[in-house]
């Protein structure tokens, strides 16, 4: 910027200098010329008046302001009429606001303002130290919301990095998100295998669409798993090794389990190596094997597996006549083929659990057994079973163990009893992993004092007391019918007795028949249904309890009508 020279004295020859730059200025329209006009004046002013000086605008707008008329100068030195000279000025008037300026052009408003550089310290805030104070943030939805986007980037087609090949499908992705939640596509992709430099890759043994839907899993974290998709969509998860959808698909299967399609699951989870899946399976064939029985699927096994079901001790079946009768039924469906296989279906089928009239009245009748000589072996060995109970000790073999259910725990019952006014049929079952109990069927007559004890998958009550008389009556609760049914009843009247379980036989000892104590003992066959007296106590026991160890039965205690016993007897 130039600045104007101090004024000469008056009357030198530098007043005719000065009234020719005074022309000078006044014909130029610079702004140049103008700002040295301006600070002429301001050096002319008295000294002690400050005068303010407009810096030029910078930016888009007009370069400079218009000069001012003369008669609307500030008057700063006036002219002396006879030299023409300036002169001091009475006193130094204040400069006059600045006119108002122009509005600046659309695009100057919308550019934005450049901010004023602050020094170190200028608009700081100043702020408490305190050791350890922070504030965390973790946005919840930071995750979800970017891979939001990164699906719709997908499906737009933006940024993928790799092409899927199926069949005649292409699926679109990204690397990253695929290598992420798939061990499958991260060793791909991370590994020195062709694959990681592909933008293209094609892959085999997979349907597409069950593909399509786990990429667009690994985006979104949903999935819907049922009927319709659900045998592509599991082999699909465990080729890619998302055990995640797997389990979802395997949780979906055991929802379906059904007599009808249950082989089949089982089948399907041992084909995919769902071990949870197949051991769910597995045992509900085992616990419905009755109907499971009677379904196409069981038709169509092979001789591998339906030897593992009827040999299998947690088979959950009534009576051993159901066994006997699925065998045959499997044979005859395909009688030709598979007759050779009767001798060794016929020794899973254990044939001494079977009464003595079904073993003569149907077993021994069937063609299919009665021409193969070891399937005759094998019905000897039953009917010496029951020919000779007090053998069965000795005669004990794998057919000759009762089947027991499949998934039960421990069961404990309470069965009848009596109070001060009245005497109870009603019975509890207390589950020993659920740690609970709950009502089951009631007993067809009440009993007090009552004899229990479980043979096979059957629970007995013998004798007791029904408030009136001593009983000899006895029935058996079926757990999973829920039922109770009559059995043949003891040779005396029995309450306050002892009973024990031996070898597949059912033991009675001592108790009270209503006018003295007892002694005698006798043994109860299940298969035959029949009552044998055996040897005597050597003392009367009445509340007498009796126990089965190692192979031998104990009466211990009890009552004897004079006083209560401490001595033991086997």
């Known amino acids: 910027m130039r600045y104007a020279a101090p004024p000469k004295p008056r009357g030198s020859a530098g007043g005719g200098a000065g009234g020719a730059e005074k022309q000078r200025l006044r014909a130029s329209g610079g702004s140049e010329e103008r700002g040295a006009c301006r600070h002429r004046r301001a050096a002319l002013q008295p000294s002690g008046v400050r005068l303010s000086v407009r810096p030029p605008r ?106 899927l090949h199926v069949a ?46 786990l990429v667009q899993f690994a985006y979104t974290a949903e999935i819907v798993v049922g009927e319709g998709n659900v045998q592509t969509l599991l082999p699909a998860a465990s080729l890619l090794q998302l055990n995640g959808v797997r389990d979802a698909c395997c949780k979906f299967l055991l929802s379906q389990l059904d007599p009808s399609n249950c082989l089949g699951i089982r089948g399907f989870a041992d084909t995919h190596s769902c071990s949870d899946l197949l051991k769910a ?38 009576s051993e006549e159901d066994v006997y009768r699925a065998v045959l039924s499997w044979v005859k469906h395909d009688v030709d083929a598979r007759r050779q296989h009767v001798p060794r279906l016929m020794k899973c ?29 094998l019905l000897i060995e039953a009917l010496k079973f029951h020919l000779l109970p007090e053998q069965r000790g000795v005669l004990g073999t794998s057919r000759t163990r009762p089947r027991r259910c499949e998934g039960a725990g421990p069961v404990l019952f309470a069965v009848g009893g009596g109070s001060l006014f009245a005497i109870h049929g009603d019975c509890e079952a207390y589950d020993t992993r659920a740690d609970r109990w709950h009502v089951v069927a009631s007993m067809s007559t009440r009993r007090a004092r009552v004899g229990v004890a479980a043979v096979g998958n059957r629970l007995y009550a013998v004798g007791g007391y029904d408030g009136t008389s001593d009983l000899a009556t006895v029935e058996s609760y079926d757990p999973v019918t829920n039922t109770w049914q009559p059995e043949v009843s003891m040779g005396t009247r029995r309450s306050c007795l002892g009973v024990a379980a031996l070898h597949g036989l059912l033991y009675a000892a001592g108790g009270y028949d209503g006018a003295s104590c007892l002694n005698s003992a ?14 005597a106590m050597s003392t009367r026991r009445r509340y007498v309890r009796v126990a089965m160890l190692d192979g031998n039965l104990y009466a211990v205690g009890g009552y004897d009508s004079a006083s209560h016993l401490a001595t033991v007897e086997k």
């Open 58 to 163: 910078i930016g888009g707008g007009p370069a400079a302001e218009p000069m001012q008329p003369r008669s609307e100068r500030p008057a700063g030195r006036t002219q002396s009429p006879e030299h023409g000279s300036p002169g001091p000025a009475p006193e130094a008037a204040p400069p006059p606001p600045p006119p108002p300026q122009p509005a600046a052009p659309e695009a100057e408003r919308a550019r934005p303002r450049q901010a004023r550089p602050t020094g170190p310290m200028e608009g700081a805030v100043q702020l408490l130290s305190r050791e350890g104070h922070t504030v965390s943030h973790n946005s919840k939805r930071h995750y979800h919301d970017a891979f939001v986007a990164m699906s719709r980037m997908r499906q737009r087609g933006l940024l993928c990095d790799i092409v």
């Open 349 to 377: 089928v254990r044939l001494p659990l079977l009464s003595r009239d079904f073993l003569l009245g149907h077993v021994d009748a069937e063609s299919l057994v009665r021409h193969h000589p070891d399937c005759k072996d």
């Open 522 to 535: 006798e043994r109860y066959d299940p298969l035959t249904g029949t009552w044998t007296s055996i040897a």
């Open 281 to 318: 399976a597995h045992r509900y064939v085992l616990q419905h094997f009755v109907d499971v029985a009677k379904t196409e699927e069981f038709m169509l096994l092979p001789l591998k597996q339906v030897l593992e079901l009827v040999s299998s001790d947690s088979l959950n079946v009534p």
């Open 168 to 213: 005649a499908k292409e699926i679109r992705a990204h690397k990253v998100v695929l290598a992420s939640c798939s061990p499958y596509f991260h060793a791909m992709f991370t590994n020195e295998m062709s694959e990681s430099r592909q933008t293209h890759v094609t892959l085999h043994d997979i349907d597409p669409q069950a593909l399509d839907q």
